[in-house]
């Protein structure tokens, strides 16, 4: 039984740190990821309606809640937040620190609910690098097709339009918009759209973070 909890808990965290900000929960998987160009402005933000392949709705906000400086250059704190989960509100929080085209990930916590913040394991963060590269620069991956205006419950945008080279989606993207950008994405059966550019974001972690714990992840405790 312990082992078996800790590979389900092990297995959890890689599932939501390799979306890392696409993120947070069993539909956002299924669901559209959300991609751009990384534009990190803190105390900003977005809300997206995420509807899936499925036909299922959620809501998620992705905001930058804080700034330091990692071996000489500027981190942000990325924070992605999902609401009405089985198990309450899912935070993921990313120490993420630009470097030209490339970004790398330095730290990473993650809360569930009412349980305490977990700092993320050095594996795991290293899970979530990959992803949070794709993430934050769209432009290896696709077309550059125009300007175009788009009209989204947040407004309506001047955004360049971009076409996945595999043809799996479009995304419209503008520099207004902090942390990616996007205003829309347009999968084959599913989408993405901007309901709130969000201007006053703070950090919704509560409680100072505690180390990894499998047992506390799962609502159990601790094995002995």
Known sequence: MKVLTIMRAC???????AAAHAQLGGMMR???QPRGLFNPIVGQGAQYEIQSGTGNKAVVEIDIVGKE????KDGYWFETVMTGT????MVMKILTVPDGANTSVAKMI????SRPPMEMP?????MAQGAHQKATDIRSE???VGS???TVPAGTFSCEHYRMKDGSGDFWISDKISPYGLIKQQGKNDSMVLTKVVTDAKDQITGTPVPFNPAAMMGQQPPR
């Open 11 to 17: 297995s959890l965290v890689f599932l939501l740190a």
């Open 30 to 32: 299924q669901g559209p």
């Open 69 to 72: 400086s990692v071996n000489g």
């Open 86 to 89: 089985q198990m309450g509100n």
């Open 110 to 113: 993650m809360q569930m609910g």
């Open 122 to 126: 050095a594996q795991m963060t290293q």
């Open 142 to 144: 696709a077309d550059d």
């Open 148 to 150: 175009e205006s788009v």
